[in-house]
T-cell receptor, first 109, second 115 residues
Framework: GQQVMQIPQYQHVQEGEDFTTYCNSS?????IQWYKQRPGGHPVFLIQ?????EVKKQKRLTFQFGEAKKNSSLHITATQTTDVGTYFCAGPNDYKLSFGAGTTVTVRA | GAGVSQTPSNKVTEKGKYVELRCDPI?????LYWYRQSLGQGPEFLIY????????DSGLPNDRFFAVRPEGSVSTLKIQRTERGDSAVYLCASSPAGSSYNEQFFGPGTRLTVL
């Protein structure tokens, strides 16, 4: 079945630094979605990418969908304490989502 | 407007007991999903409803797990003869329709602890 993998599992970042988290699917995806889960919270939708090579930005967050539509990345610039949480990518499998294990981000002030 | 709500927020039970977890989706959302999330993992799909019917229950781990959505809105996840391995956060999500392109709106979850 479809598998979605994310690396790294943990990302410890100094406030103000940039980092990137990566997502890879075992199958070609029609689209990919990213969710953020704050500590103690529930997943909240961030963005959806549909087109091959698509790049979308949300303030300091840049999301990219690979040309083959099997991988994606999330790049955060100038990390802030509000960026703390776990970032999940999810690929649709029929109508359900297959989630990666997430990248948990902690920030050193 | 109101988001997805789930009750109870926490449930502690003893091994072998029966539990029911409730999900109230966003009004008008026809698609409803149940996921299970263990510590350090992403949500794992359990079952998907389109309207009243279970369109995909392929994620239910065994026949101790069952879910209903009799009127196409509120859903109940039922777990019989609970085991310690069932301990997890059970998340419910809804979306306007069943589509691989729709974002899913998650509820706060029910944390189930089986002693």
């Amino acid at each position: 079945g479809q598998q979605v993998m994310q690396i790294p599992q943990y990302q410890h970042v100094q406030e103000g630094e940039d980092f990137t988290t990566y997502c890879n699917s075992s199958t070609t995806l029609s689209n990919i979605q990213w969710y953020k889960q704050r500590p103690g919270g529930h997943p909240v939708f961030l963005i959806q990418l549909v087109k091959s090579g698509e790049v979308k930005k949300q303030k300091r967050l840049t999301f990219q969908f690979g040309e083959a539509k099997k991988n994606s990345s999330l790049h955060i610039t100038a990390t802030q304490t509000t960026d703390v949480g776990t970032y999940f990518c999810a690929g649709p499998n029929d109508y359900k989502l297959s989630f990666g294990a997430g990248t948990t981000v902690t920030v050193r002030a | 407007g109101a988001g997805v709500s789930q009750t109870p927020s926490n449930k502690v039970t003893e091994k072998g007991k029966y539990v029911e977890l409730r999900c109230d989706p966003i009004s008008g959302h026809t698609a409803l999903y149940w996921y299970r999330q263990s510590l350090g993992q992403g949500p794992e799909f359990l079952i998907y409803f389109q309207g009243t019917g279970a369109a995909d229950d392929s994620g239910l781990p065994n026949d101790r797990f069952f879910a209903v959505r009799p009127e196409g809105s509120v859903s109940t996840l039922k777990i019989q003869r609970t085991e310690r391995g069932d301990s997890a956060v059970y998340l419910c999500a809804s979306s306007p329709a069943g589509s691989s392109y729709n974002e899913q709106f998650f509820g706060p979850g029910t944390r189930l602890t089986v002693l």
